[in-house]
């Protein structure tokens, strides 16, 4: 069955880095676009960003760009978030999700303090 899994997540201080993963199983990667996205507890979900099968185009909230970049391996059915210049607020529980789909991760907690 279709399974997609992140790691990557914990404590960081403002200012880091993390970088996120997402291994997806029982299905064609390469041939989705995928995404990510994040929620504070008692917040909606926020979509941050996404990323075509070519792996080439990609997109992102006003929110993170510039700060976080999205790529993918479909060679290794993986695909990532460089989170760069880290701040409090990026605090939340980060997905990753098949676009077009309501397949989703269970998420891996980001915690940015000082």
């Known amino acids: 069955q279709v399974q997609l899994a992140e790691s990557g997540g914990g404590l960081a201080q403002p200012g880091e880095s993390l970088r996120l993963s997402c291994v997806g199983s029982?299905?064609?990667?390469?041939?989705?676009?995928m995404s990510w996205a994040r929620q504070v507890p008692g917040k909606g979900l926020e979509w941050l960003s996404g990323?075509?099968?070519?792996?080439?185009?990609?997109s992102y909230a006003d929110s993170v760009k510039g700060r976080f970049t999205i790529s993918r391996d479909s060679i290794k059915n993986t695909m990532y978030l460089q989170m760069n210049d880290l701040k409090v607020e990026d605090t939340a529980v980060y997905f990753c999700?098949?676009?077009?789909?309501?397949?989703w991760g269970r998420g891996t907690q980001v915690t940015v303090s000082s």
């Open positions: 999700k098949i676009a077009g789909t309501n397949y």
């Open positions: 029982g299905f064609t990667f390469s041939q989705y676009s």
């Open positions: 990323i075509y099968s070519n792996g080439t185009d990609t």
